[in-house]
C-alpha cells in the first residue's frame, strides 16, 4: 500500500479537489445531529440558548443575561481550552481568521473543506425545535432566525415533528431528475416525508427564496458594492470599537451561515417539548446515555432507516456509482 503523503501531499487534509474523494472514498451522507453550524456566541443568531434564557429571569434575567454574555468566552477559553475558543471564534491568533470560518470556504492554504461538504450526495442536518440549552434551533439547521418554520403550539409530538423530502438534500441537477423518478413510483427515498403535502413544499421553496433576500439584508453589509462598503467602514468600525468580539462574533456567524446555504440541505426538526425532560433536547438527539435519554432513540432509529433507504435507493446509487466512475 502507498504511503498516506503519497495519496495527498498536504497530511491531514483528507479531501481531494482533483478526483473528489475523501481517503480514496466517495463521500455518501454528511449528517449533523444538534451541530453549531454557525459556532457559539453570547449573543446574535449563534447565541447560546442558555445565556438567552437567563434574560427571562424576572427582575435580574438581564442582569445575569449580560454577566453570562461578558464570561462566556473566557469560562469556555479556560474549561475548554482550544476547542472553546474555537467554538466561540476567538481564535484568532497570528492575524489568522478563525478556524470555523476557514473551514467554510476553499483555498490552497488552508484546504478545500466547502468543496468537500458539496461532494457528498446528499446532506442533512438533525435540529432541535428547542430545549437544547447548548445549540440553538436556528444555528442547527443552518437557518437565519427568520427562516425557522411556524410550528402549531397544538402539536404534541415526540421526536421527528417535521421534515423536508429528499431531494433538499440532492443537487439541483439530481434533484429535479430525482422529484420525476419518484412521481413514477420508482423510488422509496421520500417514504418517512410522505405525509408532507405539496404545499408544504412550495411554501419551503418560498420561505427559501425569502430567506435569501433576508439574508442578503442580515449579512452586515458582505455583499454590498464596493463603493458602499468603503463609505461603511468607517462606521463599522467605530461599532466593533464600541462593542468589542460581539459584532465580529455576529457578522461571523451570519458569513458562516451565508456559506453553508449555498449547498442544499435536507433540514429535520426534532421536539422533546412533551417528554418527561424536555431540557435535556440535546442529549436526547443523540440518546448521549441510553439509561438517560432514551426518549431520543426515535429520532435515531429514523436515522437509521434514512440512511438504509438511500442506501437501497436505485436513484442514490446510480448518483454514487456516477461520482465514482469521475
Known sequence: MLPFKTWFPNT??????VTHLICGLVPAHFVTLATPHMGCDGEGPAQVPFIGWTGEVPVAGHSMQRLLQSVAKPFVATFMKRTGQQFFMHD??????????????????????LAALNSFVTRTCYANAGGDHLVG????SIRHPDELPVISPETRLRGVIREDPLQAALQPQHAEAFSKYAADGNTRGVAHGAEQ??????????DASQ????QHQCSSGADTA?????????????????????????????????RLQTLPWRRIDVSFQHSSMPFFAHNHIQVTRKWLNWEGAPVCQHLAQQLADMETDE????IMGT????
Do not use: C
Request: glycine share 4%; charged share 20%.
Open 92 to 113: 484568532t491568533e497570528e492575524d489568522r481568521q478563525p478556524l470555523l470560518v476557514r473551514m467554510s470556504q476553499d483555498s490552497t492554504e488552508n484546504g478545500y473543506f
Open 315 to 318: 436513484f442514490i446509487q446510480q
Open 137 to 140: 434551533w436556528a444555528n442547527s
Open 211 to 214: 430567506a435569501g433576500s433576508t
Open 226 to 258: 464596493p463603493e458602499t462598503q468603503s463609505q461603511a467602514q468607517p462606521q463599522q468600525q467605530q461599532k466593533q470599537q464600541q462593542s468589542g468580539d460581539t459584532v465580529s462574533s455576529s457578522a461571523n456567524a451570519l458569513l458562516l451561515l451565508r
Open 323 to 326: 461520482s465514482r466512475r469521475t
Open 197 to 206: 403535502s405539496l404545499a408544504m413544499e412550495q411554501q419551503s421553496l418560498a
Open 12 to 17: 491531514g487534509k483528507l479531501y481531494d479537489p
